[in-house]
């Protein structure tokens, strides 16, 4: 069974960085694309940054210059460093893979931005 599982979530000042990972197991992800996503309480899920199986990227407009996703197929690991958070970043982030045409999501990090 294809599992994911976020870390690296917590409470951080205004300007403060986290760096979140995603470990996947259960099938092979290396021409997967991944990605996170986040969702603030009673707002939608937005895509927060994509990344293929080619590395390339894509980021919301709202993260640009401050966040870089990264992955490293041999840990079937995906990350994302944020840098410059802002309390507008406050969300839950979940971790997203695309393999065969389903998406599987882990359970969610919670990612708190005081200001």
């Known amino acids: 069974q294809v599992q994911l599982v976020e870390s690296g979530g917590g409470l951080v000042q205004a300007g403060g960085s986290l760096r979140l990972s995603c470990v996947a197991s259960g099938s092979t992800f290396r021409f997967s694309p991944m990605g996170w996503y986040r969702q603030a309480t009673g707002k939608q899920r937005e895509l927060v940054a994509r990344?293929?199986?080619?590395?390339?990227?894509n980021y919301a407009d709202s993260v640009k210059g401050r966040f870089t996703i990264s992955r490293d197929n041999a840990k079937n690991t995906v990350y994302l460093q944020m840098n410059s958070l802002k309390p507008e970043d406050t969300a839950v982030y979940y971790c997203?893979?695309?393999?065969?045409?389903?998406?599987?999501w882990g359970q969610g990090t919670q990612v708190t931005v005081s200001s």
């Open positions: 997203n893979i695309g393999l065969w045409g389903n998406n599987y």
């Open positions: 990344i293929t199986s080619g590395g390339n990227t």
